[in-house]
């Protein structure tokens, strides 16, 4: 066991799908649209245009700390964040510094471990570099249209441990956005965005390190967790050598497995903040943030407790609660077949254990095909898989045979599954369930 325990910190940047940019009129919806289409003089950063806020970004930022127990500032500002960069073409961004709209919220992740929340706070996103050949030359083009889209950072506090922890919260987070409506957090089209910063001290101590380093530029979770377990491998290593970690930023090698260093830094960067001029500060009555208290929806936490209540086990509940759209669909089939003598856990049977054929893309006609089930005096969907588990459990032969290639032998057992139901079983139902369980013995 070492004597080395992680420390690691996370900034979560999530881009809002609101219909228009943070300071503008222009479309925040730019994924996959003709390059600098969506632009003007504002979010370009011309002389003589002013820019105005998106009331729709702001309650959208109060309902993540919401979501994560933060303190909502009633008076917030936004400030100039200087640095230059090509995608950046007013030489600063519209950021937040010592006023973010919330700050000191925490989670609880399901050991028990509480991270603390620094701060989330609302800034424009930056545009896209996009490298390619140009008249058979190596180019970076610039594509402004993200340029301007409101965008949420989530700086968190430095207390997670492992990359296990790590994961459960980033994937906690995008799912309460989603939840929340206010983001895709799509991973590939760029909608979220992660960074880590982790650093190494011996156990038992309780000072933080003098230094840091910071994983940036991974597009996916997967990803991101091979690169803190590899990081983590790599300091343990110097540190167990004496060396102390170069303070930098680093990417990760998806072909290799290994991180790599980008660039060093020494420490923060001069971005010289002061109050946006052109943005008047922002007051926020308390009446308003508890009207939008009483517009958020459930979120994931108490939607699995209240799916559990129904019935439903932690596979069903896990499945059916991380997809918004299949929840949805599931909520509403329970709603319709509330008064036809339909379990929660029938419908989820369906949902989970089968691809839901078009015919049943609306949730009316799964139920209406349940329900004719149910009055064709055809055993239940539940009844059908439990004689299936119990018949392939008494005749391993049988599916041994049916797994070395004889497929015929599946008739025989169709039959002892009907022998079982006493006729009831619906042969159609019958055969696809018991093809899904075979293919998992």
Known sequence: ???????????????????????????????????????????????????????????????????????????????????????????????????????????????????????????????????????????????????????????????????????????????????????????????MRLEANISMREVGDEKLPDYKIELKNINSFRYLEKAIVEEIKRQTALLEKGETPVQETRGFDENSGSTFSQRTKEGSADYRYFPEPDLPPIRISIETIENLKKTMPILPKQKREELQKMGLSEHYTDVISTDVDRLQYFESAVDIAHDKNISAKEIANVIVNQNLDKKYNEPALLVKYLYELQNKDYASADDTRSAIEKVVSEQPKAVKDYQSGNIKVIGFIIGMVQKELKGKGNVKIIQKLLTEELQKV
């Open 1 to 191: 066991m070492s004597k080395y325990e992680p420390i690691i910190g996370l900034e979560v940047h999530v881009e809002q799908n609101t219909d228009s940019k943070m300071f503008c009129a222009c479309p925040a919806d730019h994924f996959a649209a003709e390059p600098n289409t969506q632009t003007c003089p504002v979010c370009l950063g011309l002389p003589g245009a002013l820019p105005y806020t998106n009331s729709h970004a702001i309650e959208n930022i109060i309902k993540f700390g919401l979501a994560f127990n933060c303190d909502i500032a009633t008076f917030s500002k936004f400030d100039r964040k200087h640095y230059r960069y090509p995608d950046l073409p007013k030489g600063f961004q519209t950021s937040q510094y010592d006023l973010p709209f919330c700050s000191s919220g925490t989670w609880i992740s399901t050991d028990g471990t509480i991270v603390g929340i620094t701060r989330i706070h609302l800034e424009e996103d930056t545009g896209k570099l996009v490298h390619t050949d140009v008249n058979g030359k190596k180019s970076s083009l610039v594509d402004f249209n993200r340029g301007g889209v409101p965008l949420m950072e989530m700086v968190t506090e430095p207390e997670f441990r492992n990359a296990e922890s790590v994961m459960e919260f980033l994937r906690e987070t995008q799912l309460i956005v989603r939840y929340l409506g206010i983001s895709s957090a799509d991973m590939e089209k760029g909608s």
